[in-house]
């Protein structure tokens, strides 16, 4: 059973618009979420995370919303760039960012295309 | 700063050999967590170490073991290698373990492969 769900597999979105990727989540322990950006053939790379405490965090192009009581999270990029194309994990903890009793949970991931 | 460093970055092996995988963490970071990434179930983890201690594991049978050593590097060994075990295995590091808002962060990986 997914506990973390990327419903979409891709997006594709034209470059200088806001892309949007959504996850949601079912474990109400959950209190800390994390968004990763994969290339093919790297390791992830950490973008930006929110604790259940907050509803918002912003780090330059990327903003992270998070909506507890409907279990969803959503990574907005503004202005989207071609750098941007690649796979975006959504990841969840149950007791902080280093993991929880079983580690970081992901979610499948999300493929980003930004188009020219 | 050095990022997660992952060696060797691929590797084959036979049905029933072993194989031992090792990750350098990023200077300062004394927690190491290891993850498989598969096409079919995503990122999986498999166990966290802070302080050469195991603090968690994963759903992974016991052929998955991992040690860490006084330097915080850490070293995965899989035994009696299966053909489904081909993946790609991720070492991450944060400042902290479990309960603190530290995130993980990840090494290119060790892609391996069972024939």
């Known amino acids: 059973d997914q506990q973390v769900k990327q419903n979409s597999p891709s997006l594709s979105v034209q470059e200088g618009r806001i892309s949007i990727l959504n996850c949601d989540y079912t474990n109400s322990m959950f209190d800390y979420f994390l968004w990763y950006k994969k290339y093919p053939a790297e390791g992830p790379t950490f973008l930006i995370s929110?604790?259940?405490?907050?509803d918002k965090n912003e780090d330059g192009r990327f903003t992270v919303f998070l909506n507890k009581s409907a279990k969803h999270l959503s990574l907005h990029i503004v202005p989207s760039q071609p750098g941007d194309s690649a796979v975006y994990f959504c990841a969840a903890s149950g007791f902080g960012g280093g993991g929880g009793a079983d580690g970081l949970t992901f979610g499948k991931g999300t493929h980003l295309i930004i188009q020219p | 700063k050095a990022g997660v460093t992952q060696t060797p970055r691929y590797l084959i092996k036979t049905r029933g050999q072993q194989v031992t995988l090792s990750c350098s963490p990023i200077s300062g970071h004394r927690s190491v967590s290891w993850y498989q990434q598969t096409p079919g179930q995503g990122l999986q983890f498999l166990f966290e170490y802070f302080s050469e201690t195991q603090r968690n594991k994963g759903n992974f049978p016991g052929r998955f073991s991992g040690r860490q050593f006084s330097n915080s590097r850490s070293e995965m060994n899989v035994s009696t290698l299966e053909l489904g075990d081909s993946a790609l295995y991720l070492c991450a590091s944060s400042l902290a373990s479990q309960g603190n808002n530290s995130p993980l962060h990840f090494g290119n990986g060790t892609r391996l492969t069972v024939t």
């Open positions: 929110i604790s259940s405490i907050k």
